[in-house]
Each structure stands twice: as structure tokens, then as C-alpha cells.
């Protein structure tokens, strides 16, 4: 076995540790070992690949570093990820990227699904804020008061639902308003165009986001749960129906 | 959080507390703010995975129901223990956001699918207990979610979600103990 090892480092200039590392790549691409899928036991491994715990573990090591494998002490090791797998129907499957807004409907779908977000992220930041955090969102909603034109409004705008969901100390709901900028500023580009000029629009919106500082401020998770969702809710009836702007 | 220090330290004959020790080794070679990243995941999915249900329960299909029907039974049919049934789990979630017909819920869920495999696998698999009871808890918290949608109730489809995704997220808490020294 070791004079096996030696040949492979010395013809390849790979360790013993590699090979095995890549021929369990090649049964969890393969799909013979599926997400979910328990993987057989380390006294098995060794068998298998014909090699010492050690050198094994360094292979496990490096699928648990790719977020490939999790283990779990008692339980063993899981497949997680699948890698680059090569597998007819999930190549054929669509991409993890965001729909891009092309129609009304989208961008319904889109502020229902802001609400799921930021409502929970609201919740969040009344639990977690800072009071650096707190100046920061007054900051923010001072800064929409005094916007000049429609364009800084929306940006304005944009930058307090960011600093919200960074005062979550959520990464992903941190991620998610920052990675879908764009899809936040098409709605606001439009309701701000819409309604730059209405003084009732422009102070409902900045009360609105009193209300949501005022709850995180208190730490009062439900209310700020609550006055998101209210405003959201708002803003995409004043957006599509025009119904609460009555 | 080294493995010896926390053995000397609690020195509890408990079969979770020997879990949690060995799992420290691992823990340190594995992302580096798990299972933490695991619980955060959690949270969010509380928020996006609530409003999905919610929707969900207006917007149904029948073809939507018999989806749902359909992994409810293969999860039911999963040998504890043996099967830990991640993407079964995930396929559900999966079934329930396509019911809100809102692609933004179910693109959500596809790009974070990895890291809910990871959330899932500490709250489907057990430390401790008989891992039959976590997994037939988990059915019946699907179930109830399945009957609010079903019924057409978005009120008590968010509510059965968000307490879904919240007992999960406690049911990792075990990992926390990892940190007391």
C-alpha cells in the first residue's frame, strides 16, 4: 500500500489524500452519493481507498472545506452540496438567479416578497440594534426628508431599507436587500416618480419609517414586524392599485 | 472551544454532551461560524418561507396540493435513523413556495440550498434522542402547514410556517452548549 502511495506522488505529484478526495467528487457528481445521502463509515472508507485514518480525514477535511460534506459526531458525514455534478435534469434545471422584473405582476410578487424579507428583518433589528445603528436609520430617514430630486429620493429611500436590514445582524437578509439593489430601485424609481411631488405621498412615506425606527428603537420586535409589513403593504397598494393613496 | 477543555469542564454523563464534544474537531474545520450561519438561515427563511405559505394559501392549486400530498408521504415513508431525508425536507419547502406561484420566493430557496441542507441536518438529525421523534414531530409540523394551504387559511399557513422554521432553529440550540466554557 505505501509503495502504491509513493508512486502515485512521485508519477503524479499528488498525495494519497487527493486521489481519495477526488474519487468522492466523483461519487457525489455522479450522483452516487445524493444530497441527503449518509456516507459509509471511516473504517469503511479506509478499506475502500486503502488508506489510514489520517490520510482519509485530510480528504474529509477538504469536502467539509467545500461545503460539500457536513459531519456530524456520532452520526457520521452528509452529503450537502453537489458540487459541479453533471446530471442531465438538474443542467437542465433553471439557475438560482433572480427573476428580473418585467411586468406589474413581477413586481407585485417582487414587494410581497420584500415583505418577507424586511418585515422579518424589522423584527430582527428591534432585537439586535445598536445605538450607532439607531443614528445611523435616523440618519437614513432624515436624509429622504430633505431629498431634492426623484432620483436621490429613490436612492435615499433605498439606503433606509439597507441600513434596516443590516441593523438585523441577519447576513442574508443583509445580502438579499444589497444583491437585489437593483430590483428595489426599479419600484422606488417608479413610486418616486409617481409621487415626488405629492406632499401627502412624501409625508405618509416618512412617517411610515418613523414608525419603523420608533418600534426598533423600543426593541419591540412585533410592532416593527408589524410597521414594515404595514408599509410595504402601503407602498404596493399606492404602487399598483392606487387604492391606499385615497 | 477546545475539544479537551470543554471534556474537562463538563464533565456531564450526558450521551448530548459527549456529542457535543467530539463535534468540535469538525466544527473547527467547517465553516467557521457554524452552526451559528445554520440558525441565521433559519431566521431568514422564518420571514421569507412565512409570507410564501401565506400566499400559498391564496393562490393554491389543485396540481399544487397533490405535490405537497405526494412529499408528505415520502417523507413519512423515510427510515429514521437510516434515511435523513434532506432533499425530501427541502423539496417541500420547495413545493410549498412554488404554491405562492411568486418565482422570487422559490429563487430564494434554490440559492440558499445549500445552506439550508446544512440548518436541516442539524434539525433532522438527533443528539441524544430517538431521531424517529424529532423526524415525526417534523411531519406534523408539515402537515399543519399543508392543511392551512390546503384550506385556503394564509393566516394559519404563516403561523404554522414561521412556528415550523422556529422549532427547527431551536432544535439546533444543543450546538450552543459547544461554546459554554
Known amino acids: ?246 | 472551544m477546545s475539544g479537551p477543555r470543554l471534556k474537562r469542564s463538563l464533565s456531564v454523563p450526558l450521551s448530548v454532551g459527549q456529542r457535543m464534544m467530539q463535534s468540535s474537531e469538525y466544527m473547527a474545520s467547517s465553516s467557521e461560524d457554524w452552526p451559528s450561519s445554520g440558525r441565521s438561515c433559519f431566521e431568514f427563511r422564518i420571514g421569507i418561507e412565512g409570507e410564501a405559505a401565506a400566499t400559498a394559501a391564496r393562490k393554491r392549486t389543485s396540481s399544487d396540493l397533490r405535490d405537497l400530498q405526494e412529499l408528505m408521504a415520502r417523507l413519512n415513508d423515510l427510515t429514521p435513523g437510516i434515511e435523513v431525508g434532506l432533499e425530501e425536507d427541502f423539496e417541500f419547502h420547495l413545493a410549498v413556495a412554488r404554491a405562492s406561484h411568486n418565482d422570487y420566493f422559490v429563487s430564494a430557496l434554490l440559492s440558499l440550498r445549500e445552506e439550508i441542507f446544512r440548518g436541516m441536518l442539524l434539525a433532522r438529525t438527533s443528539a441524544g434522542v430517538d431521531p424517529g421523534e424529532k423526524i415525526g414531530a417534523i411531519n406534523s409540523q408539515h402537515a399543519l402547514i399543508y392543511n392551512a394551504v390546503f384550506s385556503g387559511d394564509a393566516e394559519a399557513a404563516r403561523t404554522m410556517m414561521r412556528s415550523h422554521l422556529l422549532r427547527c432553529k431551536m432544535s439546533t440550540s444543543h450546538w450552543d452548549l459547544a461554546d459554554v466554557v
Open chain 1, 1 to 246: 500500500m505505501l509503495k502504491e502511495g509513493l508512486s502515485v506522488v512521485l508519477e503524479r505529484g499528488r498525495s494519497l489524500a487527493d486521489i481519495a478526495y477526488e474519487e468522492m467528487i466523483g461519487l457525489i457528481r455522479s450522483g452516487a452519493w445524493p444530497p441527503g445521502a449518509r456516507l459509509p463509515s471511516e473504517a469503511e472508507l479506509c478499506r475502500r481507498f486503502g488508506m489510514s485514518r489520517p490520510i482519509l480525514r485530510q480528504a474529509l477535511a477538504r469536502l467539509r472545506r467545500e461545503g460539500l460534506i457536513q459531519s456530524r459526531q456520532g452520526s457520521g458525514s452528509f452529503v450537502i452540496g453537489t458540487a459541479d455534478r453533471e446530471e442531465p435534469d438538474r443542467a437542465a434545471a433553471p439557475q438560482p438567479s433572480f427573476p428580473a422584473i418585467a411586468s406589474l405582476g413581477d413586481l407585485s410578487s417582487f414587494m410581497v416578497f420584500r415583505e418577507g424579507v424586511e418585515a422579518e428583518a424589522a423584527a430582527m433589528a428591534a432585537l439586535r440594534r445598536t445605538d450607532a445603528q439607531i443614528a445611523d436609520l435616523r440618519a437614513a430617514a432624515a436624509r429622504l426628508r430633505v431629498g431634492a430630486s426623484r432620483k436621490d429620493l429613490s436612492e435615499h429611500d433605498y439606503a433606509f431599507h439597507l441600513a434596516i436590514a443590516r441593523a438585523s445582524g441577519n447576513p442574508f437578509s443583509a445580502n438579499t436587500i444589497s444583491s437585489l439593489r437593483d430590483h428595489l430601485m426599479l419600484g422606488l424609481g417608479l413610486i418616486w416618480n409617481f409621487a415626488g411631488g405629492r406632499r401627502d405621498f412624501h409625508e405618509q412615506v416618512l412617517s411610515q419609517h418613523e414608525a419603523i425606527i420608533g418600534a426598533i428603537e423600543r426593541g419591540d420586535a412585533d410592532a416593527a414586524r408589524q410597521a414594515m409589513r404595514d408599509h410595504l403593504q402601503w407602498s404596493r397598494l399606492w404602487l399598483l392599485d392606487g387604492s391606499s393613496s385615497r
